[in-house]
């Protein structure tokens, strides 16, 4: 099963990319109130299992993804 994970900076936590996003799209003429950069992950999961697939994804999220104190995450599956 394939999963996409969206990882970005938690609300209140310093984004310096986010930052200078923000910035440039100033300077570029842009309306913005606020950028946040984060990151994508695709992953295929062995297993056809929805419920086996979200936990081994969370676990994985919480030990190698993501920093838990200053991230959050998302998990979208794509069925098959």
């Known amino acids: 099963m394939r999963a996409t994970v969206l990882v ?8 310096p990319q986010g930052q200078a996003v923000e910035s440039s ?12 950069v984060g990151r994508l992950v695709d992953v295929d999961v ?14 994985m999220c919480e030990q190698l993804l993501t920093n838990p104190l200053i991230e959050s995450y998302e998990i979208e599956l794509e069925h098959a």
Do not use: C, M, N, W
């Not at 799209?25 to 946040?36: C, N, W, Y």
């Open 8 to 15: 970005r900076p938690k609300p209140g936590i310093l984004d």
């Open 46 to 59: 062995a297993t056809d299992d929805k419920t086996e697939a979200l936990a081994q994804l969370e676990r």
């Open 25 to 36: 799209l100033r300077h570029l003429g842009f309306e913005v109130s606020d950028a946040r």
